[in-house]
Every structure is written in structure tokens, then in C-alpha cells.
């Protein structure tokens, strides 16, 4: 009898050893889970509840986002979403590192891609076996794809930009052909101004709308813009000697003759309400604008220009990629649970329908139907499907480059500096910080 109840008790021992392994909710092999997160089951069975810190770049669907967020715990009472937003005018990659100086590392976050993946790439999950990759269209897989070959990343959307316009503005100043070449584009601004209407809203004040986004433009419409960046960074190409940026400068002085307002002190969300009340007719911005311009104006009639560099007949073309991508933090103790809320957003109808309906983004992913997208975001998607799209290279350049090249047009649009310096100082931003 005695010997029974030993044994016994020995087998309770036991069972109570491998609850208590099991407890956390995950079997964990060389560091990686053995789940692809491929169900929608909530986490922490043991009624605990786990809170997940979502640190976010968009601003445009902050409040959706939130919605959203809402739905998922909803559907997951043991996981809590706790979101943050920081963009539009702030710098999102300083605050990015502020966080985890601080040791306030969230869980999920934003990553650019390309050689932002690079310098991030130490504190990033592999998601390459995640259920949703092989959904993702290959444009959507090129940013934070490893040299490794693995996959860190998940596409937030498809997004493109160049000048929007009011329709209802241009036929209002007679402009009846939406204009495709530089003296088109120049011709148009002349009829707004004759006719009252401030051509451009001329977001200068702020570094990624023109060190980025703008001057984008000369290195996307080279013949290979692959090739003229590794040039550069060999130093076999310089910026003065190229055509596709000598001819840069006219977009620049173009944009500046014809901006209401100081360009210089216009930010972001003054850029954008400017258009959206009707006081500019063209806005260089992307379909991520939509939700602030229609909130604004519910009717807004509007289109693209594409920002033309010259007069050939190839500048009809919007520069179209990946404006950035969900990541999980690696180190993150809740790793298992921001796959769920990732694996949701881009699975469940509820998510689906946020992506499309409520954020208007155009999905990164075939198993989503582009739907809800206002005026701006079907043209771009019309332009993806021509093939009538230029890269994003600001992703490939010098980490920091793109602030100093904004400082520098900066420095030449308040007449500090002349084309040819402004062309020396990109020259040596580049060769500083390549």
C-alpha cells in the first residue's frame, strides 16, 4: 500500500511538471515558435491577459487603426492592443529609437525596408513561415526581404503620389487636358493664378515631402535607377553632371512661384487642409491624404499629375511602392500573440474590410479585394496596372540623407544658395554618409 501511494504521487509530480512547462501557451525550439500563428484562437488559456505595444508610423488612419484594434480584442479578450502614433510632421524613426534607448521596446512596430531592414535587422522576427506570405504580391515582398532570404516584414499597402489636383478648381480656371509634361504642368499653374486660384500647396516645411518624396523624382526617372545609385556610390556618377537633375530645378522653381503661403513654414497638416478647402488646386502628396482631404470636403472632385522633369512624352508616370511594413520585435515576450494580430489584420473579413473600407489602402496581398479606395487611390491602382509606375529609391540611399537633402533645398528655395551649390551639397551629403 505504502509503495501504491509513492507511486502515486510520483505520477502527480509529474503531471504537474508538464502543466506548469506548458503553461505559457507555446512550445519554443531554438528560439523560434513552432506555430505559424495560422488560427484566430485567443491567447494565455490560463484567463491571463496580455498587452501588446503597437508603436505606428501612419497618423492619416490613426483613429481606424483604433477601431480596428477595438475589433481584434473583441474577438481576442485575452490579448490587448496598446496603440501609439507618431508621423505626419514628427519624426517617427528618432522616436523609434528613443524607444528602445529606453528600454520601452514595442512589440510591433514599422520598418522602411531595404537598408532600413539592414540597420534594424538584429531586432526583427522571421516571418517567412507566417500564413499570409504566400499571399503577398512580389512588389510587396522586395522591401524586407534578408539577404538571408527570409521574409522580417508584412506590407502595410500599396500607396503612390505626385501632385493631386481639384478637378472642379482646373475646369474652373478653363484648364480642360490634365497635364502630363512640364510646360503643360507650367502652363496650367499660369491659368490658376490668372484665374485667382493658388496654384500649389507647397509642403516645404517638412523634410520627408521634399528630401524624400520630391527629390525622389530625379533618381526614379533615371533610365536604370539601380545603376545611377550604385554610381554614386562607387563614385563613377555625380549629381551635377546628370541631366535627369539639372532638369530637377524646374520642378522646384515651378512649385515655389506658384505655392500660396511661405512654403517654407507650411507643414504637413496645413498642406493638406489647404487642399482640401479648396484655397490651392494641387497638393504634392499620395492617396495616404484621402481620409484627412475627405473628412474636409466630402465631394472633393480630385486626380493625379504625375511631377514631370521635362517634356518627353514618358512622363506620365506615378511613383508607386511600399510606403512601409509590419514588424515584431524578436526579443518581445508576447511574440506569439502580435502574429495573431498580424495573421487577423490580413485574414479575417474584419480586417479585410478595414484595410480596404475604413484605411482606403490599396492591399499589398492577392487575397484581398481593392475596395472603398477614394478618387486617389483607384488612380494609382489604375497606374500600377498600366505599369505606368516609377520606384521609391529613398530606401536604398544613405541612412540620414534625406534629411540633409531637405535642408539643402530648403536652404535653396529661401534663396540662401544657388542650383549649382545645391547640387554640390547633395554631392557631399552623399559622399559624407554613404
Known sequence: MKKLLLVCLSMLFLVGMIVGCSSGGKLETGGQSNSNSDTNTDSGDNGDVVTLNLFQFKVEIADQLQEMINEFEKEHPNIKVKLESVGGGADYGAALKAKFASGEEPDIFNNGGFKELELWKEHLADLSNEPWVEHVLPIGKVPMTGEDGKLYGMPVNLEGYGFAYNKDLFKKAGITETPKTLSELKEAA??????????????????????????????????????????????????????????????????????????????????????????????????????????????????????????????????????????????????????????????????????????????????????????????????????????????????????????????????????DTLLEKFQATWDNLK
Open 190 to 419: 499660369q491659368k490658376l493664378e490668372d484665374a485667382g486660384i493658388k496654384a500649389f500647396s507647397a509642403g516645404y516645411g517638412e523634410w520627408w515631402v521634399i528630401g524624400q518624396h520630391l527629390l525622389n523624382i530625379p533618381f526614379a526617372q533615371q533610365e536604370d535607377p539601380s545603376a545611377f545609385i550604385d554610381g554614386l556610390y562607387d563614385g563613377s556618377v555625380k549629381f551635377a553632371d546628370n541631366e535627369k537633375f539639372k532638369q530637377f530645378k524646374e520642378v522646384i522653381d515651378t512649385e515655389i512661384k506658384y505655392a500660396t503661403g511661405n512654403p517654407l513654414t507650411t507643414d504637413y497638416n496645413t498642406q493638406v487642409t489647404l487642399f482640401a478647402s479648396g484655397e490651392t488646386a494641387m497638393l504634392q502628396q499620395g492617396n495616404w491624404t484621402e481620409n484627412m482631404i475627405y473628412e474636409v470636403n466630402p465631394e472633393m472632385n480630385m486626380g493625379f499629375i504625375p511631377i514631370p522633369l521635362n517634356d518627353d512624352a514618358n512622363q506620365d508616370v506615378l511613383p508607386v511602392g511600399v510606403p512601409n511594413n509590419w514588424v515584431l520585435n524578436k526579443n518581445s515576450e508576447h511574440l506569439e500573440e502580435a502574429k495573431t494580430f498580424l495573421n487577423w489584420m490580413v485574414s479575417s473579413e474584419t480586417g479585410k474590410r478595414y484595410i480596404t473600407e475604413e484605411f482606403a489602402f490599396i492591399p499589398a496581398f492577392d487575397n484581398i479585394e481593392a475596395s472603398g479606395l477614394g478618387d486617389l487611390g483607384k488612380e494609382v491602382l489604375e497606374y500600377s496596372k498600366a505599369e505606368k509606375t516609377i520606384p521609391w529609391t529613398w530606401f536604398t540611399w544613405p541612412d540620414g540623407a534625406n534629411k540633409e537633402f531637405a535642408a539643402a533645398i530648403q536652404e535653396y528655395a529661401a534663396g540662401k544658395i544657388d542650383y
